[in-house]
């Protein structure tokens, strides 16, 4: 029997509230998510959200810009200050958008691009056609991966200059080397093949995604310093979110690229979100580096602290982890999609994860071998190296010991009460996850 609208009403709002109330009670480790301050939630309820503004600031196709052009100004100096970047594009929705609005500004339909594979971290935006990926899918790009080094968890820099000789040698159009992507624990050999690709006629793009935080923070690399043409990201990993994209790159190429992001790939660009990014921004110059230097320090920790536990973290050899980013060969104990469930249920919230020779061993993404944890979002909450040797703990009573995940949630609620508040940002008065209601 269908409801009464009002009963899926109450009932969505319902649900939300239980989310939120989840939330406030559970241990977020997922690579890619990240809590906004109540400042950046304050801002995307803002009317900003029911405008529309096409185009760049000072040449809208719109009426009504007269504050809103006023914001995307500062929200692109503050993008400008955070990378050192000559040149920034607020404007991109989602990080895959940030990528379609490269692929359209520097490459043509049947051109080649080097990317990550995604069982070696690379995402699905900058995947092929038979895989479903944006960039053989949409952008008709042929996809050549960067040879990959498990021990070493990083691009294998001999093989793929052997690999781009071969490809010209082919007739391949190589005009893209997509550096970056989702399982990044090392920072990437540009500054070693740069000139390789440049030297093809290639533009070099580094897909900040995950590790922009990182970057503006000066604790990763700087693609922009070591060879980039043009670096794209998510304002929302390791940034201070909202959800959105943006693209930052060199003055020469500030036409092109603006082109690409209107009209190529957005018309309305959620006014809204580019509020919540101008603040998030301001917020990262203020707090971004001590935030990205606790977040690097947590992932060794929650690294070195399972590793302890019998955990077999993977680029042991490098130190585990230089980002974010922490990953598990988790075979020993079962498959990361059913540990993901168990520990889910614990409410220890991470993610399953495909591993460089999983698809070899007969594994796929449903249920691979592996799980990725990231630091970001329990640092945001202001936990410290110790609280990862905790977390290492519970997730060892449930992975190693076979402890129920019933009893580990009791703990997990429990530990979870020291940590309220969003850190790193000016004004934190609401509590982390807390529902607001205006209605
Ligand atoms: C998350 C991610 C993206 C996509 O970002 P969205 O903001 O989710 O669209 C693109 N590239 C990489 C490497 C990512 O990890």
């Keep these: 029997m269908s409801k009464a609208p009002k009963e899926y009403y109450d009932e969505i709002f319902q649900l939300i509230e239980q989310h939120h109330k989840w939330f406030s009670n559970s241990i977020p480790l997922v690579a890619s998510e990240n809590t906004p301050s109540p400042a950046v939630r304050e801002v ?25 052009d006023k914001v995307e100004l500062i929200a692109i100096e503050l993008a400008k200050k955070l990378f050192r970047a000559e040149f920034a594009d607020v404007r991109p929705v989602s990080g895959v958008c940030a990528n379609l609005v490269v692929y359209t500004a520097f490459t043509d339909a049947g051109d080649t691009m080097f990317s990550l594979s995604i069982p070696s971290g690379g995402h699905i935006s900058t995947g092929r056609k038979s895989l479903g990926g944006t960039a053989g899918s949409v952008s008709r790009l042929e996809v050549e991966n960067f040879p990959f080094n498990v021990n070493e968890m990083n691009i294998d820099v001999d093989e793929t200059k052997k690999k781009v000789k071969q490809a010209i040698s082919e007739g391949k159009k190589v005009k893209l080397a997509m550096f970056g992507g989702s399982v990044l624990t090392q920072p990437h050999p540009l500054k070693e093949l740069a000139d390789v690709f440049h030297e093809v006629g290639a533009k070099v793009c580094y897909d900040g995604a995950h590790v922009a935080g990182l970057i503006a923070g000066g604790l990763f690399q700087d693609p922009l310093r070591e060879g980039a043409d043009v670096m794209s990201m998510s304002t929302h990993k390791t940034l201070f979110g909202p959800q959105g994209g943006c693209v930052v790159s060199f003055d020469k190429y500030a036409e092109i690229i603006k082109k690409a992001t209107f009209p190529a790939n957005v018309s ?6 580019v509020c919540g990014k101008a603040i998030a921004f301001a917020e990262f110059l203020e707090f971004g580096r001590d935030y990205a230097l606790q977040v690097v320090k947590n992932a060794k920790a929650l690294a070195q602290s399972l590793y302890e536990r019998g955990f077999q973290v993977l680029g042991e050899k490098k130190g585990f982890t230089q980002s974010h980013i922490v990953l598990v060969d988790i075979t020993k104990y079962g498959l990361g999609g059913d540990l993901e469930k168990k520990l889910e249920r614990a409410n220890i919230i991470l993610n399953r994860n495909l591993l460089a020779y999983d698809l070899k061993q007969n594994r796929h993404y449903q249920n691979p071998g592996g799980i990725r944890l990231g630091s970001q979002e329990c640092t945001r909450l202001g936990m410290k190296e110790n609280d990862m040797g905790y977390i290492a703990e519970l997730i060892a009573r449930i992975v190693v010991k076979g402890e129920d995940p019933e009893r580990v949630k009791k703990d997990v609620i429990d530990f979870r009460k020291n940590f309220n508040k969003v850190h790193y940002c000016f004004d934190s008065v609401r509590k982390a996850y807390e529902y607001i209601r205006i209605r």
Excluded: K, Q
């Design 44 to 68: 995307i309820m803002s009317d900003f959200g029911s405008r529309y503004a096409e185009g760049w600031p000072g040449e809208r196709l719109y009426a009504g810009c007269t504050y809103i």
């Design 268 to 273: 309305n660009h959620h006014l809204h979100h």
